[in-house]
Structure formats: structure tokens, C-alpha cells
């Protein structure tokens, strides 16, 4: 039991610059609850129970699941996954957002977040979106959010995501966010009894807002 509940804990775990003399502060709120984020197409917040067979149907077909750790294959397994997202992130571990387009309740997708050290000061995030949604500006509009929480909420520094290279989307979603591919992992990623290279993409803070400065030019 105790390693089933560990195995879909790793679930989708694709799973994926210190601005010199500032001091970061982690705040503590969205250990007690995930902030509900709004975006222009979607809503981000904390996953409930009642999103397992929807999650199920959108992330557990071949092309969402053929690069990343297999999710669960039941409606109880990721009732299971869920339950530990929720204690994951109590513990401030973790943070796992739905994905929720404006107009449905139902979660059709996911973006993880996860430190890499006490404190969070390095995190890894992942993500998976049913295949419906694929193309359509979701991750995007998903991902600025959930950027900016790591590093406005959480307080990360430096944001790290691992994609296998034949993940041809995963890859070209990082790229076009922003993220800097700083080399190859070779043969890290262990799928269907085969070893795969993954990218290693980072983001900095620094960079982000750098970003963000230049997004809200094109924006005004
Ligand atoms: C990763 C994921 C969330 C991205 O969402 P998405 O809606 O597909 O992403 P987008 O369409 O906004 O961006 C993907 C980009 O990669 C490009 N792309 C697609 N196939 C590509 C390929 N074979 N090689 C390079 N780039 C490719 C797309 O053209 C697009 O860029 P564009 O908008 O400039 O045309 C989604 O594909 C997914 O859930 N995949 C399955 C789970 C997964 O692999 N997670 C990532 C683990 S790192």
C-alpha cells in the first residue's frame, strides 16, 4: 500500500539566479491552501477528489502519457494521487495546480511543482494536459501562472524541468516559454523498460522578469 501511494506519488513527475542582495521570503499560505489563479483562458487551483475521473480520461491515453512516469490507471489510484498532492503540499514539499478551462469545473490537466531542496530555493515542475487542449494557448496561459507562483509565492530561484527528447511538444513548450536548455541528462528517464535522454530546461527569476517586463511591452 505504502508503495503504490509512493509510486502514483511520483505520478507525472515528467516530471521536469538570485537578483543579488534580495532577500525571498517563503510565505507559508499556500501550505494551508493553494491560491486560485486566473488567467485569460483557464483557472489553476488546488486539485479535489471529485477531478479523478476526469484526470483519468484526459491523462491517461498514449500521446499524453508516452513520455512521463505512467499516471494511474483507475479512478481510485488517482483519488489516491490527489489525497497526496494535498499532503505533499501541507508538508511544503509540493504544489500540484488543476488545470480548469474558464467555462468547465472539471480538471483537464496538471502542472506540478516540486522543491529540489528544503526551502524550495530550486524546484522542478511538470505538466500534462489532456490532448484536446493541446495547441490551443492552455499551456501557456497554465504555465505564466504557475511560473510566477514559484518564484513570487514560493519563492524558487531557479526552476528546472526535464524532457525526454523525443518529446517533441514537451520540448517545444519549454522552448517557446522561455526556458534555457542547459544540457542533456543521458539516459535518466526509465520507460517501458527503456533508459531515454532527457533535456534539463531552466528558468531564473531573474530571466522571468526580464520576461515579463518584455511580455508587458508587447502587451501596452
Ligand atoms: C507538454 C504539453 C503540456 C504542452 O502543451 P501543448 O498545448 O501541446 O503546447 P503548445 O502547443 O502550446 O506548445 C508546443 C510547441 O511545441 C511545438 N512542437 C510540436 N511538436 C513538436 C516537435 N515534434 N518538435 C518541436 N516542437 C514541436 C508546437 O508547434 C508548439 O509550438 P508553437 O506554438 O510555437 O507552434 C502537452 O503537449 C502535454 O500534456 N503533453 C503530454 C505530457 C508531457 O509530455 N508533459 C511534458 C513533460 S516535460
Same mark, same amino acid.
Given at each position: 500500500? /505504502? ?6 506519488? %511520483? ?12 532577500? /525571498?521570503?517563503?510565505?507559508?499560505? =499556500? /501550505? ?12 489553476? %487551483? #488546488? ?20 513520455? +512521463? ?9 488517482? #483519488?489516491?494521487? +490527489? ?24 480538471? +483537464? ?15 522542478? =515542475? ?50 517557446? +516559454?522561455?526556458?534555457?536548455? #542547459?544540457?542533456?541528462?543521458? /539516459? ?26 518584455? =511580455? ?5
Amino acid at each position: 500500500m /505504502k508503495n503504490q501511494a509512493l509510486r502514483e506519488s %511520483r505520478v507525472m513527475v515528467a516530471l521536469q539566479s538570485i537578483e543579488s542582495g534580495r532577500t /525571498k521570503t517563503t510565505t507559508s499560505d =499556500w /501550505k494551508q491552501a493553494l491560491p486560485v489563479l486566473t488567467g485569460s483562458m483557464v483557472t489553476l %487551483r #488546488e486539485l479535489r477528489i471529485s477531478d479523478a475521473t476526469s484526470l483519468l480520461a484526459m491523462l491517461s491515453t498514449e500521446e499524453v502519457a508516452r513520455f +512521463i512516469s505512467p499516471p494511474p490507471t483507475t479512478v481510485e489510484g488517482f #483519488e489516491r494521487f +490527489i489525497a497526496w498532492t494535498q499532503r505533499e503540499r501541507a508538508a511544503g514539499n509540493y504544489a500540484c495546480f488543476a488545470v480548469v478551462p474558464h467555462g468547465m469545473n472539471t480538471a +483537464i490537466g496538471i502542472f506540478q511543482v516540486r522543491q529540489l531542496e528544503p526551502g524550495f530555493g530550486t524546484a522542478e =515542475w511538470g505538466f500534462a494536459i489532456g490532448s484536446a487542449f493541446w495547441g490551443t494557448g492552455v499551456f501557456m496561459d497554465s504555465a505564466r501562472m504557475v511560473i510566477d507562483f514559484a518564484f513570487d509565492t514560493i519563492g524558487t530561484h531557479r526552476l528546472e524541468a526535464r524532457a525526454a527528447i523525443l518529446n517533441g511538444r514537451g520540448n517545444g513548450a519549454l522552448r517557446k +516559454i522561455g526556458a534555457m536548455q #542547459e544540457g542533456i541528462l543521458r /539516459k535518466s528517464f526509465l520507460r517501458n523498460g527503456e533508459y531515454l535522454d532527457q533535456a534539463l530546461w531552466t528558468i531564473l527569476d531573474e530571466d522571468w522578469k526580464q520576461h515579463r517586463v518584455v =511580455w508587458g511591452a508587447r502587451i501596452h
